[in-house]
Nanobody, 124 residues
Framework: QVQLVESGGGLVQAGGSLRLSCAAS????????MGWFRQAPGKEREFVAS????????SYADSVKDRFTISRDNAKNTVYLQMNSLKPEDTAVYYC?????????????????WGQGTQVTVAS
């Protein structure tokens, strides 16, 4: 019903930057909060950032606060994750997700659509 396609992942040196994009197809994108999660090998999927439907409210995991910025462009049905000052511990598969409602969510169970994931590798 709703498809999310991530792009922008890759290999980067520690201290570098990447911008992830998530393109959504569907008629309800603009009324839904969006989020980014990540999962490293052997670890649980963890919350990274989320943004409300209007884009004015955001939430970040403590581990990425002040380094990552989530944003959205509803006209383009796209959500972004700007990642700066990357660290090796940021290495993971990053997933874009759509929440069931319009307000910021941080729990996996609050999101009902997921992208396929994109690999981010930060070299030390």
């Amino acid at each position: 019903q709703v498809q999310l396609v991530e792009s922008g992942g890759g290999l980067v040196q520690a201290g570098g930057s990447l911008r992830l994009s998530c393109a959504a197809s569907g008629r309800t994108f603009s009324s839904s909060a969006m989020g980014w999660f990540r999962q490293a090998p052997g670890k649980e999927r963890e919350f990274v950032a989320s943004i409300g439907w209007k884009g004015g409210t955001t939430s970040y995991a403590d581990s990425v606060k002040d380094r990552f910025t989530i944003s959205r462009d509803n006209a383009k049905n796209t959500v972004y994750l700007q990642m700066n000052s990357l660290k090796p511990e940021d290495t993971a598969v990053y997933y874009c997700a759509r929440a069931r409602g319009p307000r910021v969510e941080v729990e996996v169970r609050a999101f009902d659509s997921w992208g396929q994931g994109t690999q981010v590798t930060v070299a030390s």
